[in-house]
């Protein structure tokens, strides 16, 4: 049992890795979330293309926002004004759909989130294209549709009568046919054209060491500030790699458009001492992998640490983690405690594919 899940792990590591190498493939991704029962915008909408974000409205500001500087370079004041207006009825319909589903699952208060992701992905390679829409109510899948059979697919019972009504009709899921794999491709393609040169740019990650105190069984591996997103960390013992005792944390999004990454690696303190444990990161940014040595992480308790290492580092670690528990903090909220995953799917801007969402409201999407 236990070599079988090692095997598959290296599976999935080699995989991975080829993609990482690789990295020719696109996104572009539209996240709507509504929340209720919270002191939270009431309804937010991210637009991403290649994992990073373009696009951002929420009820608080009531105005759609470039993100970037070669989108806001590219799309004028009316593509904006135009944006604004979509995100305000969705964010109506948003708010009739919440209550729609909070009747459907007997609930009257509380804190509940309502999630609509979908998008599209190309490969620069072979030209192959993936699209997809999902739906998700406080952290779990609530209908999805199949873009092979043109169905929807509901896994509770208190959406077969969303996925009945969309179902009965024909020219809706046609529709959402055609943007999926026509004019959310089409968008991809002019955003690429637009920002191409910053979103194939290449940094290369910052990586830390670190641990709370010297007897904590948890040591973090900390990767920050790289692009592009796909970034790999392993752990290696005495030269071999370890698949168990780690957890690996979700890519999280930096201010500066950049990315950050964690691994934790969790064995008692004497098999620190008595084995060479050492973090492997690998990324397209870097012509050898980056290898740090365990004995040389830093103790954060009392801003102390194995090597020496001066307090500023150790303050910039410690910033570092504020930041990340903020921003685990806010995807925990809006997504339910989800993270649906990976890549990750949205509304793209200036389209003509007629949407619905959980209730009876529908409305046209560009």
Not at 121 to 145: A, C, M, V, W
């Amino acid at each position: 049992m236990c070599r079988c899940s090692a095997v598959i792990k290296t599976l999935i590591f080699l995989i991975f890795y080829l993609n990482l190498s690789s990295a020719v493939t696109h996104t572009l991704q539209y996240v709507y979330t509504g929340v209720t029962g919270i002191n939270f915008p009431e309804f937010t909408l991210v637009g991403q293309v290649d994992g990073q974000e373009i696009e951002y409205y929420d009820s608080n500001i009531k105005k759609a926002i470039p993100k970037t500087e070669w989108i806001q370079k590219h799309e004028g004041e009316d593509y904006w004004n135009n944006e604004t207006q979509k995100s305000q009825e969705w964010q109506e319909i948003f708010k009739v759909d919440m209550e729609t589903l909070m009747g459907r699952f007997n609930q009257t208060k509380g804190v509940h989130t309502l999630q609509w992701m979908y998008g599209c992905e190309l490969n620069d390679d072979d030209g192959t294209i993936r699209g997809y829409e999902q739906h998700g109510y406080d952290g779990e899948d609530y209908i999805s549709f199949d873009l092979e059979t043109l169905t929807w697919i509901a896994p509770t019972p208190q959406a077969v009568e969303t996925r009945d009504k969309w179902d009965s009709n024909s020219c809706y899921n046609k529709n959402k046919e055609n943007y999926l794999k026509n004019t959310c491709v089409e968008m991809l393609k002019k955003h690429l054209s637009y920002g191409r040169e910053t979103l194939e740019r290449k940094v290369r990650p910052e990586v830390s060491l670190f641990q709370k105190e010297a007897t904590s069984p948890e040591v973090v591996c900390h990767a920050t500030g790289f692009l592009p997103e796909a970034v790999m960390i392993t752990w290696q013992k005495d030269g071999e790699d370890v698949h168990e005792d780690v957890e690996l944390r979700e890519t999280l999004h930096n201010q500066d458009g950049s990315f950050q990454k964690r691994s934790i690696l969790k064995v008692p303190a004497e098999e620190l001492q008595k084995h060479n444990y050492t973090c492997v990161v690998q990324h397209s940014s870097l012509e050898k992998d980056i290898v740090l040595n365990v004995s040389y992480r830093q103790i954060l308790k009392g801003q102390r640490n194995t090597d020496g290492a001066p307090s500023a580092i150790i303050a910039a670690v410690v910033a570092a983690l504020v930041v990340l528990v903020a921003l685990i903090i806010f995807i925990a909220v809006v997504v339910g405690i989800v993270i649906w995953k990976r890549n990750s799917g949205f509304t793209p801007v200036a389209q003509n594919s007629a949407q619905a969402s959980e209730g009876d409201s529908s409305s046209n999407n560009s």
